[in-house]
Every structure is written in structure tokens, then in C-alpha cells.
């Protein structure tokens, strides 16, 4: 038995989706089908229906998956304790965090953290959206933070987990000011030409947030630019290259200096929720208190 082989099944459970799912795990879709298969043979009987599209579960595999999902978390648990118990330390508290949050929020909330809780020890993994929740859905992280958003769906079982909403902020569709005087940049104008576009990944959270915020209208963006990373777009803001969605957090200090400026009224504006969620039954009680403090 191979714990990766759990991970797996899990993944699989959630997406229904051999490919979807071997990208997520970040290993080859033969590979993955192998050990999805190295599981079933371990097991006896097969869990997976193949011949349907999407694939399902068969009895046995939703009858395995909540005992898949536990093993997990309890191996991934006990591994921390031991190995905290060994050096004679607390154990880490595990976020998963998209890259902008741990930038924009997590670190300084962390910070203050330290002064109201003794010992703390805080392992932060920064990474898209999918493979947070992943690492939450397997145990391998004690919290989840991440942006909410009314029109994209979630991609992990949020009703499992305990959740708090800390605040909403906005992102804004914003440009370098003297850039967007220069050119007349404005998403209400009536102007013809081009305003270039720095774009999120349509893959990504924040991408996926834009679409649905432009939705069936055309402004006149000419995209110049694409990237995942939130800071990357920042500079390129900054340089005058183009305009952006950023998030409120990322540009506050920009937009209150006058660096920055707004190029779209609220219709151009996307609200995001700022979420934490955890297994409370499954805190120490150094995790609580963050918990509280959050």
C-alpha cells in the first residue's frame, strides 16, 4: 500500500476525471491510471466505473472513499506529532494559501499572531487553487485559505469542513495614472482603440473571476500580457504596461498614493470573499487559538 495511491483515489473521487485528475497530482495520466488500478488490485474489487463519461464510483468506492479520506489525515497527523515530539517543539500550523493572500494578508496577520500566541510555528504552502484544496482534502494542511467568489464554483467539498469568512474586499480594474490619462483609458469611454490587457491565466481562481466579471460585454482590451502570479501583473502595472484586475489588498497603498488609478465603474468590479477553513475536531490547541484569533 502506497499512500500516494489514497491521494489518488481521492482526487479521482472529486474530479471524475482520469486527466483532470493526473494534472492536479502532477504525474503522467498512464502513471496515475496505474496506481488508480495498483489500489483496486491491493483492495480486490474495483472502485471505479470506467465506462461511463464522466467515470463514477462504484458502491465499493464511495463505500472506500471516507475511509481513504480519514487514512490520510490520520497518517498525516500522526507524522507531525512524532515528528514534533521528537525535536521537543509545537507542531506546525499548515496553511494552504493562494500566492496573493500569503503576500498581501497571511504574513502580516502571522506576525501579529506571534506576540498573542506562545510557540507558534506556522508552515505556509503557497500554490494555486486546486492543489490547496487538495492538500486540505488530504490532510496534509491544518487551514485553507482562500478567495471566494459568488459565480465560480468551488472545487473541493467545502460542507465537510469548518468555515469563517474574515471579509470581503474588491478587485478593481486599475492602470498606472499617468498611463491611463496619456491614452484615455476608460472600460465606460467610447474610445476606439486598444487599452493592453495584462491577463490573469484563464486556468487560475482570479482569471476564472475576471471572465465572469467582463462576461458577454467587449470592452476594448487587446490582452499584451499573461500570467498566474498576481505580483507579476502588479509590476507590470506599475511599468505602464497595460491595465489589470487586481485585488484591493495587492494595491492599496498604490491606489491611496495616486500611483495607481481606477479605469471602470462598480460593473467593472468583482467582489471576493475571503474564506478559512479547517477540520476543527482535528486542531491541537495551538490551532485552535489561531482559529479564534483569525
Not at 60 to 85: C, H, K, W, Y
Not at 255 to 276: C, E, H, K, M, N
Amino acid at each position: 500500500m502506497d499512500i500516494n495511491w489514497l491521494r489518488d483515489f481521492t482526487c479521482l473521487a472529486r474530479t471524475l476525471n482520469f486527466t483532470r485528475a493526473s494534472e492536479e497530482r502532477n504525474i503522467t495520466q498512464s502513471a496515475f491510471s496505474r496506481r488508480i488500478k495498483s489500489l483496486e488490485n491491493w483492495l480486490g474489487i474495483p472502485l471505479i466505473k470506467r465506462s461511463t463519461y464522466p467515470v463514477q464510483l462504484t458502491e465499493a468506492g464511495q463505500q472506500f472513499l471516507p475511509v481513504a479520506q480519514e487514512t490520510i489525515a490520520s497518517l498525516t497527523d500522526i507524522r507531525q506529532v512524532l515528528r514534533a515530539q521528537e525535536q521537543g517543539v509545537t507542531a506546525f500550523q499548515r496553511f494552504a494559501v493562494l500566492h496573493t493572500i500569503s503576500v498581501n494578508y497571511l504574513t502580516r496577520r502571522i506576525a501579529e499572531f506571534e506576540d498573542l500566541i506562545p510557540n507558534l510555528r506556522v508552515r505556509v504552502y503557497s500554490d494555486n487553487l486546486r492543489t490547496c484544496c487538495q492538500l486540505l482534502s488530504d490532510g496534509t494542511c491544518d487551514f485553507l485559505l482562500y478567495y471566494r467568489h459568488q459565480d465560480v464554483q468551488p472545487v473541493f467539498e467545502e460542507k465537510q469542513f469548518a468555515r469563517k469568512d474574515i471579509g470581503v474586499e474588491l478587485m478593481y480594474p486599475v492602470a498606472e495614472t499617468g498611463a491611463a490619462r496619456a491614452g484615455g483609458w476608460d472600460l465606460d469611454g467610447d474610445g476606439r482603440q486598444p487599452i493592453p490587457y495584462l491577463s490573469y491565466d484563464p486556468s487560475s481562481f482570479l482569471g476564472t473571476v475576471v471572465d465572469q466579471t467582463i462576461g458577454t460585454r467587449t470592452p476594448p482590451l487587446a490582452i499584451r500580457y499573461m500570467d498566474a502570479l498576481t505580483e507579476a501583473i502588479k509590476r507590470r502595472v506599475l511599468s505602464g504596461s497595460g491595465m489589470a484586475w487586481l485585488p484591493e489588498s495587492v494595491i492599496a497603498e498604490e491606489l491611496a498614493a495616486g500611483r495607481v488609478t481606477i479605469i471602470g465603474g462598480p460593473d467593472w468590479q468583482a467582489p471576493l470573499t475571503l474564506s478559512l477553513f479547517c477540520s476543527r475536531d482535528r486542531l491541537d490547541e495551538t490551532g485552535q487559538k489561531v482559529w479564534n484569533a483569525l
